[in-house]
């Protein structure tokens, strides 16, 4: 079984190209993957740690929460994606 120290360098290399997105892209679309992906580095780390608090045993919770939370994530992405792109066009019919 793989260390629970990997896990989190996994998880820390995530919000570091998150942070790092967010705090130097201009683009709409960029910030929303941005967002993306540190949604992503949370939900490493969630079941990360709820399959290392106990030994032998892996928390179902866990990872419930997290496929919930990436159903979540995805419709709100796809609205702020549909948002974006329709404010994109309607610029481009102005003028």
């Known amino acids: 079984m793989i260390d629970l120290s990997y896990y989190i360098i996994f998880a820390l290399g995530l919000y ?3 942070i790092y997105c967010l705090a130097t892209k201009r683009n709409m679309i960029r910030l929303i993957l941005g967002i993306e992906i540190l949604i992503n580095a949370a ?4 079941v990360a ?4 608090a106990l030994p032998g045993f892996v928390d179902p919770l866990a990872h419930a929460i997290t496929i919930i939370s990436i159903g979540i994530s995805g419709s709100v992405s796809a609205v702020a994606l549909i948002l974006v792109l329709d404010v994109r066009e309607i610029r481009r019919l102005r003028g």
């Open 49 to 52: 740690f709820g399959a290392y």
């Open 16 to 18: 570091t190209i998150g």
């Open 43 to 46: 939900n490493v780390s969630f």
